[in-house]
């Protein structure tokens, strides 16, 4: 079974920068998408950014030109950094692993951005 390990969240003042990072135990189909969602308390989680095995790349409007989200070479670890962080980017950050329809979700890592 898969697992995701997520690192990175934290707390940071706004218009900060913060960079999480999610490393998968094992990617067993080349093509695969990897993202990241989030979701804050009494809300449904969200699509914030994913990247496919081939390196195309989607992000959610409210982030695009503030995040970027990236891949190692070996595929399994990805990658988003966030800068010029605003309040309304405070939620748990949730990493995903598709695999041929196969969704694995990580724990999640908070992040809070204080005004």
């Known amino acids: 079974q898969v697992q995701l390990m997520e690192s990175g969240g934290g707390l940071v003042q706004a218009g900060g920068s913060l960079r999480l990072s999610c490393s998968a135990s094992?990617?067993?189909?080349?093509?695969?998408?990897m993202g990241w969602y989030r979701q804050v308390p009494g809300n449904e989680r969200e699509l914030v950014a994913t990247i496919t095995s081939r390196g195309d790349t989607n992000y959610a409007d409210s982030v695009r030109g503030r995040f970027s989200i990236s891949r190692s070479k070996t595929g399994n670890t990805v990658y988003l950094q966030m800068n010029r962080l605003e309040s309304e980017d405070t939620a748990i950050y949730y990493c995903?692993?598709?695999?041929?329809?196969?969704?694995?979700w990580g724990q999640g890592t908070q992040v809070t951005v204080s005004s």
């Open positions: 094992r990617v067993t189909f080349n093509m695969n998408v």
């Open positions: 995903r692993l598709n695999q041929r329809g196969s969704i694995t």
